[in-house]
């Protein structure tokens, strides 16, 4: 049985082996160029002895030559998504679309041992792709680990455990539509929808209050807090006389001249005119010891449906599927 599903899926096999296999060496080439500029041009040096007048032009020489890469990594967060479409979706509709289904279950193989198979088996094989890649792109993201900590969003998506998660929680979809829906292509549609639908949400909105963030105020003619490299800001802006959380546009609005003004005043005079107003600041940040925390947090959430899912799978192919 183990060689038979193997054949079936050889082909979607070898697409993502290739595909994996470019990007692995795409990753190997930038990493190893990114890790020499970042000893070369100093950045090290900078990090371990901050407070060099010649810091900020040599880290941010760094940024601009290689920040666009980090932008462009990002889109990797659809990995786990198109291989829940190539390889998940037609896992079991395409075995309901053409009826093979029934000639395996004649050959004395029960349902569940079919299903429980190909799940090992896919599964499997996927999350050790998964593993493969987390730990190439851990490796690729050194430098930038270095200078922003691991909490921040591109760091964050591709490092620890919940790379694995999302993998599980993508292909777990992408079995479950196809199952459900008997035909590949429309559970291809669900899949990404439906991967999009909760991952999004996720990151935006519930990962930032997993913890209720540290919220710092001061006075607008003072300096601002001084974070640790690797803490995460979720949000910053004013305070009003009340403490109520108000747009800049307010603030500023209070203190600068009409547009037909003649000059426009300096940065003291419209921090002093904001601290006149009542206005302050405030600054709500997740520091970067949690990052473990977080991780497993979010790797809960998707492990919990990923599980959820495949035992709706489990439950619709021994109960609903003739």
């Given at each position: 049985?183990?060689?038979?599903?193997w054949r079936q899926?050889?082909?979607?096999a070898?697409?993502v082996?290739g595909?994996?296999?470019?990007l692995?060496?795409?990753?190997l080439v930038t990493?190893?160029?990114?890790a020499?500029?970042?000893?070369r041009l100093g950045?090290?040096?900078c990090i371990a002895?901050?407070?060099h007048?010649?810091?900020?032009s040599?880290?941010?020489t760094f940024?601009?030559?290689?920040?666009s890469?980090?932008y462009a990594?990002v889109?990797l967060?659809?990995?786990?998504?198109?291989?829940?479409i190539l390889i998940?979706?037609p896992l079991v509709?395409?075995?309901?679309e053409?009826g093979t289904?029934?000639?395996?279950?004649?050959?004395?193989?029960?349902?569940?041992?079919?299903?429980?198979v190909k799940l090992?088996?896919?599964l499997?094989g996927?999350?050790?792709v998964s593993a493969?890649?987390t730990?190439?792109?851990t490796?690729w993201?050194?430098?930038f680990?270095?200078?922003?900590g691991h909490?921040r969003?591109?760091g964050f998506?591709?490092?620890?455990?919940?790379?694995f998660a999302y993998m599980?929680?993508?292909?777990?979809?992408?079995?479950?539509?196809?199952?459900?829906?008997?035909?590949?292509?429309?559970?291809m549609?669900?899949?990404?929808a439906g991967?999009?639908?909760?991952r999004?949400?996720i990151?935006?909105y519930l990962r930032?209050?997993?913890?209720?963030?540290?919220?710092?105020?001061?006075?607008a003619?003072?300096?601002?807090?001084?974070?640790?490299?690797g803490?995460?800001?979720v949000?910053?802006?004013?305070?009003d006389?009340l403490?109520?959380?108000?747009?800049?546009?307010?603030?500023f609005t209070?203190?600068l001249?009409?547009?037909?003004s003649?000059?426009?005043?300096?940065?003291?005079?419209?921090l002093?005119?904001?601290?006149?107003?009542?206005?302050s600041?405030?600054?709500?940040y997740q520091p970067?010891?949690r990052?473990w925390?977080?991780?497993?947090i979010?790797?809960?959430?998707f492990v919990?449906l990923a599980l959820?899912?495949l035992g709706?799978?489990?439950?619709?192919?021994?109960r609903?599927?003739n």
């Amino acid at each position: 049985m183990t060689w038979l599903i193997w054949r079936q899926h050889r082909i979607e096999a070898a697409v993502v082996g290739g595909a994996l296999a470019v990007l692995a060496v795409l990753l190997l080439v930038t990493g190893h160029n990114m890790a020499s500029d970042f000893q070369r041009l100093g950045v090290a040096d900078c990090i371990a002895h901050p407070g060099h007048q010649s810091c900020e032009s040599i880290v941010g020489t760094f940024r601009s030559q290689y920040e666009s890469l980090v932008y462009a990594v990002v889109w990797l967060n659809l990995i786990p998504v198109l291989v829940g479409i190539l390889i998940g979706a037609p896992l079991v509709a395409r075995e309901l679309e053409h009826g093979t289904h029934r000639l395996v279950w004649t050959q004395d193989v029960t349902r569940l041992r079919w299903l429980t198979v190909k799940l090992l088996l896919i599964l499997g094989g996927c999350l050790l792709v998964s593993a493969a890649l987390t730990a190439l792109l851990t490796w690729w993201y050194g430098p930038f680990d270095a200078l922003d900590g691991h909490l921040r969003p591109t760091g964050f998506d591709f490092q620890g455990t919940a790379p694995f998660a999302y993998m599980a929680f993508a292909l777990s979809l992408a079995i479950a539509a196809g199952a459900l829906l008997r035909k590949a292509i429309p559970g291809m549609v669900v899949t990404l929808a439906g991967f999009l639908a909760v991952r999004l949400p996720i990151e935006f909105y519930l990962r930032p209050r997993y913890q209720p963030p540290i919220t710092v105020t001061w006075d607008a003619i003072q300096s601002g807090p001084m974070l640790n490299a690797g803490d995460w800001v979720v949000q910053n802006g004013f305070l009003d006389h009340l403490g109520h959380r108000v747009n800049p546009d307010v603030a500023f609005t209070a203190c600068l001249p009409n547009s037909g003004s003649p000059a426009l005043p300096d940065k003291v005079s419209v921090l002093q005119c904001i601290h006149d107003k009542g206005f302050s600041n405030f600054l709500a940040y997740q520091p970067a010891d949690r990052f473990w925390t977080f991780q497993g947090i979010e790797t809960a959430i998707f492990v919990a449906l990923a599980l959820a899912l495949l035992g709706l799978t489990v439950w619709w192919v021994r109960r609903r599927i003739n």
